[in-house]
């Protein structure tokens, strides 16, 4: 158990680096990486909304990469059910990244989710309404 929460911990250390690419919209100009390159997640979205940051860690593979990607899913969830975009800065992205790595550490047991939706209300800015 010591060294699963110890993983949690190192994850959640890198989730700055880990949360940056959340925070930079894709654009039709930016190079993005080929869909078959990455694996196709073992895990649906009630899945993962419904994960405490360890369970969302195990869920993820026990790897950066996964638990990145359900991060990352969580964030597009609530950046839609909230109707907010995340800037699109370094900065934003470190301080989004920094304000999820410091409430996973306070609770390991916590919904990820909570987390994650939390920190879109807080840097998250309201999408313009198109007609």
């Not at 800037?87 to 934003?92: G, I, L, N």
């Not at 992205?93 to 939706?117: M, P, S």
Request: glycine share 4%.
């Amino acid at each position: 158990m010591k060294k699963s929460c110890s993983r949690v911990l190192w994850i959640t250390a890198l989730c700055p680096v880990l949360i940056l690419p959340v925070c930079q919209a894709q654009t039709p100009s930016s190079p993005q990486a080929p869909e078959a390159t990455l694996p196709a997640p073992t895990w649906t979205i009630d899945q993962a909304v419904t994960c405490s940051v360890h369970d969302a860690w195990v869920l993820g593979e026990k790897n950066e990469q996964g638990f990145f990607a359900i991060v990352k899913s969580l964030a597009e969830l609530s950046e839609q059910k909230r109707g907010l975009a995340l800037p699109d800065s370094e900065a934003a992205g470190r301080k989004f990244g920094e304000y999820i790595k410091a409430q996973a550490k306070t609770d390991h047991d916590q919904l990820l989710y909570a987390i994650v939706d939390r920190a879109v209300r807080m840097y998250g800015k309201p999408v313009p309404a198109t007609n």
